[in-house]
């Protein structure tokens, strides 16, 4: 299916999601921050971001920024997964293609990973 990179910095959740994309049929990559992850993207090219918004070195909104910002990378499609700073991400539409509030429900997630992945095909 899809490369899937995820930037979260507790380790268990990272854990939890990359056993739960990988079992819906997906590879994917983990960083613990989200300076790691935007070296993964660039070097992976991946399907897909999804990010916490705090992390040290870089937040999930300072990683959509630089994707953004990034000719090469800019359509790749990310989520943002958090808890009270999703407010945050909601109000940055033009940065995130959805918005999740943890604790997330594993089906609402799943779904919306298919969603964004099926529009991007659509582009």
Request: aromatic share 4%; proline share 5%.
């Given at each position: 299916?899809?490369?899937?990179?995820?930037?979260?910095?507790?380790?268990?959740?990272?854990?939890?999601?990359?056993?739960?994309?990988?079992?819906?049929?997906?590879?994917?990559?983990?960083?613990?921050?989200?300076?790691?992850?935007?070296?993964?993207?660039?070097?992976?090219?991946?399907?897909?971001?999804?990010?916490?918004?705090?992390?040290?070195?870089?937040?999930?909104?300072?990683?959509?920024?630089?994707?953004?910002?990034?000719?090469?990378?800019?359509?790749?499609?990310?989520?943002?997964?958090?808890?009270?700073q999703a407010s945050i991400g909601r109000a940055h539409p033009e940065m995130f293609d959805a918005v999740l509030d943890k604790p997330y429900n594993e089906v609402r997630?799943?779904?919306?990973?298919?969603?964004?992945?099926?529009?991007?095909?659509?582009?």
């Amino acid at each position: 299916m899809a490369l899937i990179v995820i930037a979260e910095d507790e380790f268990l959740i990272a854990d939890v999601l990359s056993i739960m994309l990988e079992e819906a049929g997906h590879e994917v990559e983990a960083a613990p921050h989200g300076l790691a992850a935007l070296t993964l993207v660039k070097e992976r090219r991946p399907e897909l971001v999804i990010t916490d918004f705090m992390m040290p070195l870089m937040t999930g909104l300072e990683l959509a920024q630089a994707i953004r910002e990034d000719d090469e990378l800019s359509q790749i499609p990310i989520i943002l997964v958090s808890g009270a700073q999703a407010s945050i991400g909601r109000a940055h539409p033009e940065m995130f293609d959805a918005v999740l509030d943890k604790p997330y429900n594993e089906v609402r997630l799943l779904e919306a990973v298919d969603q964004v992945l099926d529009t991007k095909l659509a582009r």
